[in-house]
């Protein structure tokens, strides 16, 4: 089976913000994307695995939001939090292929939340060099791994911790 282009209206606002000491910033975005004809994979029965097809539209809304703070010298603070709300809006396929999505299904590989979080200091050692001491954590949601939402590889909600050194 052969699929024509999707074509999407993608739409952004957002703003940078810097204090006057310099040792703040906040960033953060506003999107919008409108699809149509938008490329999913489908079935077609008789036939051994998937193809990618144009089944519908779709509209994918959302923010992000992050700041970098510098509360005293050499410590840095980091935060970052995105949330996206994406869902079909219209589901249309032309036979014989079958659909894998409907109006209720989660897209796929889209958390709807975001989260990280670091903080850093950096230890200056003059002509020996600098060290740089820095723990982070990132989350997001869980989110399906293919267009039909098999619960069975679904990705849980997942936090990671890191901590290191740099030389």
């Known amino acids: 089976p052969s699929f024509g282009p999707e074509f999407v209206k993608s739409y952004e606002l957002g703003f940078k913000f810097t204090n006057d000491q310099g040792n703040f910033s906040l960033n953060g975005a ?8 938008i490329q999913v994979r489908t079935q077609n029965p008789g036939f051994i695995g998937e193809f990618e097809a144009n089944v519908g539209d ?10 970098k703070w510098q509360p005293l010298e050499s410590w840095f603070i980091e935060m970052a939090v995105g949330y996206t ?3 079909y809006t219209a589901i249309r396929v032309d036979p ?3 659909a894998e999505v409907n ?9 709807e939340w975001s989260l990280s979080a670091s903080v850093s200091k950096e ?6 060099g600098s060290l740089v001491a820095r723990v982070s954590g990132n ?7 293919n267009p039909a939402n098999s619960p069975s590889i ?5 936090d990671i911790w890191n901590a290191n050194l740099i030389w």
């Open 30 to 37: 506003g999107f919008f994307m409108d699809y149509s004809d």
């Open 58 to 67: 779709a509209e994918i809304a959302g923010f992000e939001l992050e700041s």
């Open 85 to 87: 709300d994406a869902k």
């Open 96 to 98: 014989p292929l079958v």
């Open 103 to 111: 109006l209720n299904s989660e897209f796929d590989h889209v958390p």
């Open 123 to 128: 230890f200056d050692f003059g002509a020996m």
């Open 139 to 145: 989350y997001h949601s869980g989110y399906f791994n």
């Open 154 to 158: 679904r990705t849980p909600a997942t």
